[in-house]
């Protein structure tokens, strides 16, 4: 037996010096038949010892076990370092810890009262079941060499990779990491693609330098901040740990849920990482980086909250003793951090890929935020098309400089901010540009046919420091002497084909008017030359001017007897439609109206003195602004010119204070677009048929105090067309005839029973006026010429007949009726009544005569009644037989 060996046996233990000491100290001095005798003794009382019964073995084995559950129940330190390191996985159904109570940190499930121990015998126990080897893990393995220790992060993934799917606390980290990831997916989403822009992230068009290096700042914190990113990468590269110290809970740990584990928390890393970025690089004041780097940590530290809560019991029992036990479990990985530094292989991967993994996701978020930073300095963000609408009178030819701005051809941009063009002028139109030094404020400003946005400034806006110009969208503009020149409209295009550089002209021909007519303005120019109508043309030329160029958008009218030589024109100036007189072209051309306007110089030339002077016009339009592209002068109100005050304000103005009455009518008509007027028929040539007696071409002319009655008008709203269709309002030759009377007492001459003598009705069958007093005339009692010797003689029937006399009733001296002679061929018309009712002015004196027919000494007579009223209900005034 060596000397590091121990007696394992009665007789060893016997022979040993140690054993020989303890039974008598004189061992040594006695002789070797004494000593015999006592040795023998001593293996007696040893196979007595080895012979105690077995229950006294189960109860030191039991009060064994009992010390060993004591001392993992402390929560003392010292306790915790002399824990047994046990393996995770390969759990038996029976284990021995499984089945017995641990410190508080239970299996789920485990009800007290169906406990289980050991067999208590020596076979329960190991080789070196020792009482120091039970209490300082006796379940180590031969050879065991504890590595180096970590725990687990205090936070509900930790418990999510841990404990079981069907527990508590399980669910209860799921649900808090949903939220955390739902939070994040929905500020991403917010941010993301959900504006109505093009772009996917709405950046800022730029932000000053140190708002750049916060954003920066913020991206690179956000990434070493992120522990979660971290720990996910480690924990999967490093894998499921092998040994544990704590709870038997962590035994049942797998690597399919250990790596969903990793998974989730690193997509709730990556997001929290990417989401502070997304803020940052939106963000246009520090303040701001600041408060949505707050933000988006505090939700990605949702589930640090999450475990403290459990911690403090506010989840229940459960989810407090899982952490508590997360708390105290100390865990170990065989070949953690184990790997040669000088060799590249995949333990070195391993150990350094949280370490790669972090720096290059920071690599991709510097890249995209210096990709951002480039394009905000080179304008990308800015708006490229805009347009603007200058307040009317704010600058010189405000109208002819609203419309469309593109960004600058060249890439011009002042003090970092993008330069505006106007669009097809860019080298003679407006410019926007920003100006650092407007008498010491920076500002947004106007110029024209300029290439400084800082010189002859003819506009300005509010000290400002903004990059970006839409924010100036209804905003006031100054003149350099500080006056405010009203509201200046600016927008994003949208579409620039829809919006920008498109003629009016371009429409359908039926949505232009392709002729107008004057009215009301019949004062010949010095030539003595005017056209009463003008015809649409459109001028196809390329070299319009910022001056000329609204005009030639605009359809041009040119006087129906204009030639080269002499022409008049209605266009437009930007600003208002204008009238020029004759104009007068000394030139030697056989061209065309037409082929003039398109080709020769000469006659833009003159486009554009009219526009920039004034010269040749004759009467202006109420302003029109040139944004809302009216197509046609239809509609507007005329004044003469007013004088121009200042050479660079020589823009046509109307002189509000001297209008002219003038009226442009178009003359060809449109269902829709130029309705006819009053109920009039727009045939298929584009003229209207003026069914209802309206006038002009469009039957707009309204024909009353005409002496025709027409119906259509017959209304108080037209004063009862004026009078026509009354007797006593009418005035002139046609009263009575025209629209008056077509057949007196409802007897229709046209009839085949009704035999006529050729003479004409006079009447007033329409009047309605309720100022008139009504006077109705009734017919009746008709004698019959039923002899056979008269009709022959008559030849007119051949069967008996009857006929109406001539009545005329005349009211002082005007003729309200006048209804000739009419043979009534049916001997049951005969026997009827026919009245007739008229309107005469109260207080009238009236005068009814008749002639009955006569053929020699036979006359044919009938009864005539006069009423006071509509019907023959009313109130008879005189009643006879006329013969």
């Known amino acids: 037996m060596s000397s590091g060996e121990q007696p394992n046996d009665a007789w060893s233990m016997a022979m040993s010096d140690e054993s020989n000491s303890r039974l008598d100290p004189r061992f040594d001095d006695l002789t070797d038949e004494s000593k015999l005798n006592l040795l023998i003794a001593r293996v007696d009382q040893m196979d007595k010892r080895a012979q105690r019964s077995e229950k006294e073995m ?179 590269f490093d894998g499921l740990p092998t040994r544990f110290r704590g709870d038997m809970a962590f035994q049942r740990m797998n690597k399919p849920q250990w790596n969903f584990c990793c998974g989730i928390r690193f997509v709730q890393g990556f997001l929290s990482v990417f989401a502070s970025f997304v803020l940052a690089v939106q963000s246009e004041t520090v303040f701001d980086v600041l408060l949505n780097f707050l933000g988006v940590k505090f939700v990605s530290e949702l589930d640090d909250l999450a475990f403290n809560l459990c911690q403090l019991g506010y989840f229940g029992v459960q989810p407090q003793r899982a952490s508590k036990c997360i708390v105290e479990a100390q865990f170990q990985q065989d070949d953690r951090n184990k790997a040669d530094e000088n060799t590249w292989n995949r333990s070195w991967f391993r150990k350094y890929a949280h370490v790669i993994g972090v720096f290059g996701i920071l690599a991709f978020l510097l890249g995209l935020f210096f990709f951002v930073l480039i394009s905000q300095n080179s304008g990308d963000f800015s708006a490229q098309e805009i347009s603007m609408t200058l307040a009317e009178g704010s600058v010189p030819f405000a109208a002819l400089f609203s419309g469309c701005y593109r960004s600058s051809r060249t890439g011009k941009m002042f003090v970092r901010r993008v330069a505006y063009e106007q669009m097809g002028f860019e080298d003679d139109g407006g410019l926007l540009g920003f100006c650092g030094d407007v008498d010491g404020e920076k500002a947004w400003t106007f110029t024209f046919n300029s290439v400084d946005p800082c010189k002859n400034i003819y506009a300005r806006t509010e000290a400002t420091t903004t990059f970006n110009i839409l924010e100036l969208g ?58 009463t109508s003008f015809y649409k043309m459109k001028v196809n030329s390329t070299g319009a001017t910022v001056f000329t160029n609204q005009a030639l958008r605009h359809p041009i009218y040119v006087g129906s007897s204009s030639t080269p030589t002499q022409y008049e024109l209605i266009l437009f100036t930007g600003q208002c439609w204008v009238l020029t007189r004759t104009i007068t072209a000394k030139i030697d051309s056989n061209l065309s109206m037409q082929d003039y306007m398109n080709e020769d110089a000469a006659f833009l030339s003159t486009l554009e003195m009219i526009v920039k002077t004034g010269y040749h016009v004759e009467l202006v339009s109420s302003s029109v602004t040139a944004a809302k592209g009216f197509p046609t002068p239809l509609g507007r109100l005329w004044y003469h010119m007013q004088n121009p005050k200042k050479p660079e304000f020589n823009y046509p103005a109307a002189d509000l204070s001297r209008p002219q009455e003038m009226n442009l009518r178009c003359a060809k008509c449109g269902n829709i677009t130029n309705p006819c007027y009053y109920g009039g028929i727009c045939r298929e040539d584009k003229i209207c048929d003026c069914v209802n007696g309206g006038g002009g071409a469009l039957c707009q002319e309204v024909p009353i105090r005409d002496g025709r009655c027409d119906p259509y008008f017959n209304t108080e709203q037209y ?30 001459s046209n009839s085949s029973t009704v035999e006529d003598y050729q003479a004409s009705n006079m009447g007033y069958g329409n009047c309605v006026d309720p100022s008139m007093a009504p006077l109705t005339i009734e017919l009746n009692n008709f004698e019959v010429v039923d002899d056979e010797y008269w009709i022959s003689i008559l030849v007119i029937s051949d069967d008996p007949f009857c006929s109406t006399a001539t009545i005329n009733v005349r009211c002082d001296g005007i003729t309200y009726i006048h209804a000739p002679q009419n043979m009534l061929l049916n001997t049951s018309d005969c026997g009827l009544a026919y009245t007739e009712t008229i309107h005469v002015p109260y207080g009238s004196e009236c005068e009814l005569s008749t002639n009955i027919p006569c053929f020699g000494i036979f006359c044919i007579g009938h009864t005539v009644t006069v009423y006071y009223g509509k019907n023959t209900e009313s109130t008879m005034i005189r009643s006879g037989n006329v013969k």
Not at 500 to 512: P, V, Y
């Open 58 to 236: 189960q109860a030191r084995i039991a009060e064994l076990w009992k010390r060993l559950l004591e001392s993992e129940r402390s929560n003392k330190s010292s306790s915790k370092l002399n824990a047994p390191w046990r393996k995770i996985g390969n759990v038996t159904k029976k284990s021995s810890l499984e089945s017995v109570e641990r410190g508080g940190c239970e299996e789920e499930g485990f009800e007290p009262g169906k406990e289980c121990q050991l067999p208590r015998d020596a076979y329960s126990i190991t080789r070196r079941s020792s009482l120091e080897s039970v209490e300082h893990g006796g379940c180590e393995e031969e050879g065991f060499e504890p590595g180096e220790e970590y725990q687990l992060p205090r936070d509900a993934y930790s418990i999510l990779g841990c404990w079981k799917s069907n527990s508590r606390p399980f669910w209860i980290a799921l649900l808090v990491i949903s939220v955390q990831i739902a939070f994040l997916l929905l500020l991403l989403t917010d941010q993301i693609g959900s504006t109505g822009e093009s772009d996917l992230v709405v950046v800022p068009v730029n932000v000053p330098r140190i708002v750049h290096a916060s954003q920066a700042l913020a991206t690179i914190v956000a990434i070493f901040d992120q522990d979660d990113l971290r720990s996910a990468i480690e924990g999967y």
């Open 474 to 531: 209804n905003s006031q503009w100054y003149s350099m002497e500080g006056v405010s020149l009203g509201n200046t409209q600016i927008s994003r295009v949208l579409d620039s084909s829809a919006e920008c550089g498109k003629t009016i002209s371009d429409d359908a021909d039926d949505k232009l008017c392709e002729q107008l007519y004057v009215q009301g303005f019949v004062d010949g120019n010095q030539q003595g030359l005017r056209s």
């Open 719 to 748: 004063d009862w067309d004026g009078g026509d269709c009354c007797g006593g309002t009418c005035i002139g030759h046609q009263c009575g005839l025209a629209g008056g009377l077509s057949s007196p007492f409802g007897i229709n």
